[in-house]
Nanobody
Framework: QVQLVESGGGLVQAGGSLRLSCAAS????TGWFRQAPGKEREFVAD????????SYADSVKGRFTLSRDSRKNTVYLQMNSLKSEDTAVYYC????????????WGQGTQVTVSS
């Protein structure tokens, strides 16, 4: 069973930075999603199993950066130039086995950006 634990959320002023971590029980294709109050969950970014392929939502391109530490089975989301609209609960997700969809989710971590 895939286990994912997010950390690193918090309160930051607009223009500031945070780094989120997703510690996994193994090595998987990993994505970050977020859900703001009253809105649908949306894709933020993901990284392939090898780390060679990175994808970002247009809203975060140039501001957020994904990286992977394979020794620690941990994926990091570095978030810079944060805006109030980045405020949301951020979830880490993984594709287990041969799954083509994200089927395992972490508990989420709150990111609040004050303007």
């Amino acid at each position: 069973q895939v286990q994912l634990v997010e950390s690193g959320g918090g309160l930051v002023q607009a223009g500031g930075s945070l780094r989120l971590s997703c510690a996994a029980s193994g090595r998987y294709t990993t994505g970050w999603f977020r859900q703001a109050p009253g809105k649908e969950r949306e894709f933020v970014a993901d990284i392939s199993l090898s780390g060679a392929r990175l994808s970002y939502a247009d809203s975060v391109k140039g501001r957020f950066t994904l990286s992977r530490d394979s020794r620690k089975n941990t994926v990091y989301l570095q978030m810079n130039s944060l805006k109030s609209e980045d405020t949301a609960v951020y979830y880490c997700a993984a594709k287990s086995g041969a799954s083509t969809a994200y089927d395992s989710w972490g508990q989420g971590t709150q990111v609040t950006v004050s303007s």
